[in-house]
């Protein structure tokens, strides 16, 4: 194998969550949540509900359906040095950024990154958005990361 074969791969391999999208983006797009829409989801989580896991190094990650004018938000980060996840829609953003409820689980949060996730969790990002079916229902293109 040459340097050059090698560079093809490399060179189209998407490290930002808006080079997820390759075809479509007219309709969907992908990228941080801007702080607005951040504050727009923060509330109380309630204390009692039980802890499925710790995210830490978390980014708010926003999927923008232009069709409908619809976006979803979820955290992508690691919940240990080796284990990273990709949430589902978070519905409340503790006040104090140290929990998150989402639709299906509460979770602890450490501190938050600022700037583009590092390549495997983008790589996390374009797996959910093949598995949950978005790719394929707006013909986006999402490359295979994993």
């Not at 980014?59 to 990273?84: E, K, Y």
């Not at 104090?96 to 979770?107: G, I, K, M, P, Q």
């Amino acid at each position: 194998m040459t340097s050059a074969s090698l560079e093809f791969p490399l060179a189209n391999l998407p490290t930002r969550l808006l080079d997820l999208i390759r075809q479509n983006r007219e309709r969907v797009s992908v990228g941080l949540a801007t702080e607005a829409e951040a504050q727009a989801l923060i509330g109380n989580v309630e204390p009692s509900k039980p802890i499925k896991a710790h995210i830490d190094r978390w980014h708010m990650v926003a999927i923008r359906i232009r069709d409908t004018g619809q976006a979803s938000f979820h955290l992508v980060g690691w919940t240990s040095l080796f284990n990273s996840l990709v949430t589902s829609d978070v519905v409340v953003l503790d006040r104090d950024r140290a929990r998150v409820e989402t639709l299906n689980s509460t979770y602890q949060l450490g501190e938050p990154q600022t700037g583009e996730p590092d390549l495997h969790l983008v790589g996390q990002v374009a797996h959910a958005l093949r598995v949950w079916g978005i790719n394929r229902r707006y013909s986006l293109g999402v490359p295979r990361l994993d």
